[in-house]
């Protein structure tokens, strides 16, 4: 039987209490100097190089382990600061871990003193332009105008300027989505100590309706974390009836705040 491979999940600046994560004595807690290593052992016959990129390919198997992967980290999270490492993450031994540890040690110092006391928050915005659209006219006073203008114009100009009034409504719908989504981005980052801006997701991952207009990330002292979501409840509040729905999430592993390099 071939040699088991190290699973990692992140590197925290405590080790494992005991039974601190239920459920997972398989896990080990793997001393580094002052950093400590949150891994299991795993068969390389699900887990080496060439059965990792098959089981990529299993939608199923994927789902499964990713989300086990965020539990752990989560659990590892509630006594410890931790720098989260990418589900999938294999080191062949214990020395190899080890010498990564090494070689990366003051980037990981860095890391842990960026990261300590902050949690990662994720606040997503989607807008249902069909709502919007019907609200538009009360928010946006061009369209008003012209709305005005159609009204009192002649069938044949009410007809160009109703064509007109189209593609009014369409700029007008950007324009205060961007506007909405960076007032609010902006008033989130007032509290947060970092921030990142994530690709927009399309409805076929997102499984929604109504379209991905904001996906960001950030980075909160953990005594800041109710004033951000005091924020979101007041944006909430603010747009409710703009077709305008925003979501906070968290905490997350700070994957989003993470980076590592080398000495």
């Known amino acids: 039987m071939a040699e088991e491979l190290i ?45 990792l990129k098959k089981n990529f390919a299993d939608i199923a ?10 539990r752990i980290i989560s659990e590892v999270m509630k006594n410890s600061t931790v720098i989260p490492f990418k589900f999938g993450t294999i080191f062949n031994s214990t020395e190899s871990l080890g010498m990564f540890v090494n070689d990366y040690s003051v980037s990981l110092a860095e890391n842990f003193k960026t990261l ?23 928010i946006s006073e061009d369209v008003r105008n012209l709305e005005e203008e159609i009204q009192k114009s002649m069938p044949g100009k009410a007809f160009i300027l109703k ?14 989505m961007r506007i909405c989504g960076q007032s609010c ?28 207009m904001l996906n ?21 509040e603010k747009y409710k009836n703009t077709g305008l729905n925003i979501e906070a999430t968290g905490p997350w592993p700070s994957f989003s705040f993470v980076n590592i390099k080398e000495k």
Request: glycine share 4%.
């Open 61 to 70: 198997w994927i789902d499964v382990h990713a989300r086990e992967h965020i």
């Open 216 to 236: 960001a990330s950030f980075l909160v002292s953990s005594e800041k974390v109710n004033d951000l979501l005091t924020a979101v409840e007041k944006a909430i």
């Open 116 to 138: 300590k006391g902050k949690e990662e928050w994720s606040v997503k915005i989607y807008c249902d332009r069909s709502v919007l659209n019907v609200q538009i006219v009360e």
């Open 7 to 51: 699973y990692i999940y992140c590197i925290a600046d405590n080790p494992l209490k005991p039974d601190e994560i239920s459920g997972n004595e398989t896990l080990k807690s793997l001393a580094y100097g002052g950093f400590y290593a949150i891994a299991k052992l795993v068969s390389p016959e699900e887990f080496s190089e060439e059965n």
């Open 163 to 176: 064509r007109k009034k189209v593609e009014l409504i369409g700029k007008e719908v950007e324009k205060v």
């Open 185 to 212: 981005y902006d008033a989130l980052a007032t509290i947060s100590e970092s921030t990142r801006i994530n690709n927009l997701l399309p409805k076929e991952v997102t499984g929604r309706t109504d379209d991905m």
